[in-house]
């Protein structure tokens, strides 16, 4: 008789926390995104409601009318081939919006059961879903998108009290379609000086500003005019602080009349791997896991979570990372048409005159977006099984690992832990003497176009297409190789107001793995860790042999001698320069990142 293999498809219930700092109020509190992930599915088993975030979620009530109803224009006038889905979400936005608010400080299970039920905050969201009771796990999301966090968005807010809960709050996205939130590295945008007024910070380490940009813009404009060298100047300076004070997207139109590509790569993180579009650093993985803004030590005053990655698209194709192909039918990335493209545009000049931030009018190229969605990653586990407990199990565990998309396969074991057996991602132990690891990695297999005979006899031709495109999952029996490891070393603060750039390694340790495909196996151990005081975070990347990637060079630039970009081709998602057979492939090495080991020593520790 054949063996039972198991559950083919188990489906968690959950939703989106969506929250974000008011578009009208700058300085107020930015959470972000939160996933939040049940394991039950029975009726009596789960909330009656999805908990939004209130007043400062997606559909906040004191954002004005007038901007709903151009949003509500703005999203029935895409140019997709078909525009039911977003009528559909008009619709439902309308619905949301007209339903009544739950009243506060009313249990949940006595609240009606058709009203809007919000908080405002983590701290709220956790209390109500501990006063239902049920097993939740509530994963960050999209964490360093910069169309949502504004600029100075931080983790650290969120390990304020009660904002954080480490028995629901045990992984952490690192990869979806909106990109990669992995990395800190600084990246000033503007500086505050000690009287409050903001400046355009200069290009450090790759990165450019685009306050700095918008004056380099204007120069090259004021130059090609003719005009006297020190009006050029004040016109650049001018240029450079009202991008800084200005917020919101409409900040491009500072100078009139640009295109996406006169912007390069301004905003965005140097040298990243798929990064989130305006990438804030500080709502990074590796920030949490390195910041301590309240005290050393304390669970409820620290990160520790796995790492995942997931789809985050809207087009109903979960897990397309395994063919980089349909840009726009596996991503995100979508543009108005050219009668919305117009009623957001302006009818400007390409002067050399900046606006004041006073004056500004629509926005420019913010077009960009469109070269920064990419295909879905995945979160893996490692389960005893596939039931629905076993995975619930793993996952809680951080027994879990995320990838850019590839079925990699990786493990990642301390190897010498009180007891004896290796340990796996994900482990929290106390250590007196060196930890040493063990890091095993598969490539994932090469695909083999269109789908395999059982597909096809399962799904009807108009079925498939419509799914997949008629390109499934379709393995080969021969994987692609892993190039390297990279092992990343993160040790926590031990007071505030210790500086990060000394704490977070990237890489600490890099392994390159012998030519082949039959994976990679590497040993190694930490003699620095023995003596000290704190504690020690350890995961690890492994990278695959370039392939071509949707986006994978997202401004596709030109470079100079130093790296720099000094001419860009963005990806545009509709317009004159769209090419819809165009995906915008460039080379990248797709990759999986396990979960962190966190090593404490066995005096005091962080």
């Given at each position: 008789?054949?063996?039972?293999?198991?559950?083919?498809?188990?489906?968690?219930?959950?939703?989106?926390?969506?929250?974000?700092?008011?578009?009208?109020?700058?300085?107020?509190?930015?959470?972000?995104?939160?996933?939040?992930?049940?394991?039950?599915?029975?009726?009596?088993?789960?909330?009656?409601?999805?908990?939004g975030a209130g007043e400062g979620g997606l559909f906040a009530a004191d954002v004005p009318s007038a901007v709903w109803a151009a949003v509500r224009v703005g999203i029935a006038l895409p140019d997709l081939p078909e525009i039911g889905p977003y009528l559909d979400l008009n619709r439902w936005i309308r619905e949301v919006r007209a339903t009544p608010e739950c009243?506060?400080?009313?249990?949940?299970?006595?609240?009606?059961?058709?009203?809007?039920?919000?908080?405002?905050t983590p701290a709220v969201l956790f209390d109500k879903l501990d006063d239902w009771g049920f097993e939740s796990l509530v994963v960050p999301h999209g964490t360093t998108w910069g169309i949502h966090a504004p600029e100075g968005s931080s983790l650290a807010t969120q390990l304020e009290p009660g904002m954080h809960d480490p028995g629901r709050q045990r992984l952490f996205e690192v990869?979806?379609?909106?990109?990669?939130?992995?990395?800190?590295?600084?990246?000033?945008?503007?500086?505050?000086?000690?009287?409050?007024?903001?400046?355009?910070?200069?290009?450090?380490?790759?990165?450019?500003?685009?306050?700095?940009?918008?004056?380099?813009?204007?120069?090259?404009r004021c130059a090609a005019e003719g005009t006297d060298p020190e009006e050029c100047e004040r016109r650049i300076e001018?240029?450079?602080?009202?991008?800084?004070?200005?917020?919101?997207?409409?900040?491009?139109?500072?100078?009139?009349?640009?295109?996406?590509?006169?912007?390069?790569?301004?905003?965005?993180?140097?040298?990243?791997?798929?990064?989130?579009?305006?990438?804030?650093?500080?709502?990074?993985?590796?920030y949490g896991l390195a910041v301590r803004p309240i005290a050393a030590g304390g669970d409820a005053s620290a990160?520790?979570?796995?790492?995942?990655?997931?789809?985050?698209?809207?087009?109903?194709?979960?897990?397309?990372?395994?063919?980089?192909?349909?840009?726009k039918a596996f991503g995100d990335a979508w543009g108005p048409n050219e009668t919305?493209?117009?009623?957001?545009?302006?009818?400007?000049?390409?002067?050399?005159?900046?606006?004041?931030?006073?004056?500004?009018?629509?926005?420019?190229?913010?077009?960009?977006?469109?070269?920064?969605?990419?295909?879905?990653?995945?979160?893996?586990?490692?389960?005893?099984?596939?039931?629905?407990?076993?995975?619930w199990d793993a996952l809680e565990a951080r027994r879990a690992y995320g990838t850019s998309g590839d079925r990699i396969l990786l493990w990642f074991d301390l190897l010498n832990p009180p007891g004896g057996d290796p340990a796996p991602m994900g482990t929290e132990v106390v250590l007196s003497e060196p930890p040493r690891f063990r890091v095993r990695a598969l490539g994932a297999f090469e695909q083999k176009p269109g789908c395999p005979e059982h597909t096809k006899a399962r799904l009807a031709p108009d079925r498939l297409a419509r799914l997949c495109l008629d390109e499934c999952y379709h393995p080969s029996d021969v994987r692609k190789r892993i190039d390297r490891i990279d092992v990343v070393r993160i040790r926590p603060q031990v007071r505030p107001d210790e500086p990060l750039a000394p704490l977070v390694e990237d890489p600490w340790r890099t392994f390159e793995c012998p030519v082949g495909r039959d994976g990679c196996t590497v040993?190694?151990?930490?003699?620095?860790?023995?003596?000290?005081?704190?504690?020690?975070?350890?995961?690890?990347?492994?990278?695959?042999?370039?392939?071509?990637?949707?986006?994978?060079?997202?401004?596709?630039?030109?470079?100079?001698a130093d790296g720099s970009c000094v001419r860009a081709r963005p990806c545009p998602a509709s317009g004159p320069g769209f090419d819809p057979a165009d995906d915008c492939l460039s080379m990248v090495r797709e990759r999986a990142w396990s979960s962190p080991i966190f090593v404490l020593p066995e005096r005091g520790g962080a």
């Open positions: 008789m054949q063996r039972r293999r198991g559950r083919d498809l188990v489906a968690f219930l959950g939703w989106e926390w969506t929250q974000s700092a008011n578009l009208f109020r700058p300085e107020s509190a930015h959470y972000g995104h939160k996933n939040v992930i049940l394991r039950e599915t029975a009726d009596d088993r789960v909330p009656t409601r999805p908990i009243p506060e400080g009313v249990p949940v299970r006595d609240l009606p059961v058709d009203c809007l039920e919000g908080a405002a990869y979806s379609g909106h990109g990669t939130s992995e990395r800190w590295v600084e990246m000033l945008e503007t500086t505050v000086d000690e009287d409050g007024t903001r400046q355009c910070a200069p290009p450090r380490d790759g990165y450019l500003p685009c306050c700095w940009r918008a004056g380099q813009i204007i120069g090259a001018l240029a450079r602080r009202s991008m800084a004070e200005a917020r919101g997207g409409n900040r491009y139109a500072v100078v009139p009349a640009t295109k996406a590509e006169d912007w390069l790569e301004c905003g965005q993180l140097p040298d990243g791997f798929l990064p989130a579009y305006e990438y804030r650093p500080m709502m990074s993985a590796q990160f520790r979570y796995g790492l995942i990655g997931s789809s985050d698209n809207h087009k109903a194709r979960s897990g397309a990372g395994y063919k980089e192909i349909g840009r919305w493209a117009g009623l957001m545009s302006s009818n400007a000049e390409p002067t050399s005159l900046p606006v004041a931030p006073d004056e500004l009018g629509p926005g420019a190229g913010t077009d960009r977006n469109a070269s920064y969605y990419y295909t879905a990653g995945l979160v893996a586990v490692h389960a005893s099984g596939r039931s629905r407990r076993e995975i040993e190694f151990e930490d003699p620095e860790f023995v003596g000290g005081e704190r504690e020690f975070v350890y995961y690890v990347r492994a990278l695959q042999e370039p392939s071509p990637a949707v986006n994978g060079d997202p401004m596709r630039c030109e470079r100079d």
